[in-house]
C-alpha cells in the first residue's frame, strides 16, 4: 500500500537528542560569559568606589593645605613653627585659611597612622588634646604616607610645597588592588619676606 503525500514526516529521537544537547551547550557557553561580565563588572565597580573615596580625601587635604600657611612637616618643635622636612615624614600641620595665627589650637593636622593603616585628620586642639578621625574609608589600607614639605623657612620667590605620597592597597571583590598615588601642592597664600 502507498502512502499518502500529504503524511509528513517528523523528527527522530536522536534529532531531538542532538539539537538539544547542542542548545543545552550553547547556552551554558552564554551564561558562563554573562556570569564572568558580572563578576568583572562589580569587580570594576568596587575598584571605581575605592578610589573615588581615595581621590576624594586626597583633593580634599590638597585644597585645604593649599590654601593654608604656616606649614610644619613632622611631629617635632611646635606645630605652631614652620617646618621642612625633604626626607618625607608621615605627620603634617598647618595653619587654616581664615584661623587666628596667634591661636595654635585653630591648626589642623593631618596623621598617617600605621597601626589603623589610614590617614586621620584632627581639626581642633591639635596640639594639647589632638582627636583624630578617619578620613578614608575602612575599605582602604594605606601601606605609607609620607609629606615632603619644601620653601617653609627660607624666603625668597618661590612658595611653600609639599608632595604627598600614598601607597597602599583596596579589598574588592576577587582580591585587592593596589595603588600608588602622588600629589603636589603649591601654597596659594603670597610668601612675602618681612622688610629689614
Known amino acids: 500500500m502507498e502512502r499518502p503525500a500529504s503524511i509528513a514526516r517528523g523528527f527522530t529521537l536522536i534529532e531531538m537528542m542532538v539539537a538539544v544537547a547542542i542548545f543545552t551547550i550553547v547556552m551554558l557557553i552564554a551564561v558562563g560569559s554573562l556570569l564572568s561580565l558580572v563578576t568583572v563588572n562589580a569587580r570594576a565597580e568596587s575598584i571605581h568606589s575605592v578610589m573615588n573615596n581615595l581621590n576624594a580625601a586626597l583633593e580634599t587635604m590638597a585644597r585645604n593645605i593649599r590654601t593654608g600657611q ?41 596623621y598617617y597612622d600605621q597601626n589603623q593603616s589610614r590617614i586621620e585628620r584632627c ?44 601607597h597602599g592597597y583596596a579589598k574588592v571583590p576577587g582580591g585587592t588592588t593596589e595603588f600608588r598615588v602622588q600629589t603636589g601642592i603649591t601654597q596659594r597664600v603670597l610668601s612675602v619676606c618681612p622688610s629689614s
Open 123 to 166: 581639626e581642633s586642639n591639635c596640639v594639647n588634646n589632638p582627636q583624630f578621625i578617619s578620613i578614608t574609608a575602612p575599605e582602604v589600607t594605606i601601606d605609607s604616607m609620607q609629606f615632603y614639605v619644601t620653601g617653609t623657612t627660607v624666603c625668597g620667590s618661590s612658595q611653600p610645597r609639599v608632595l604627598i605620597s600614598i
Open 70 to 110: 604656616d606649614y610644619h612637616c613632622g611631629s617635632g618643635g611646635l606645630i605652631t613653627n614652620p617646618k621642612d622636612c625633604q626626607t618625607g615624614l608621615k605627620y603634617f600641620a598647618y595653619l587654616p585659611s581664615g584661623a587666628d595665627p596667634s591661636d595654635s589650637s585653630d591648626r589642623v593636622v593631618y
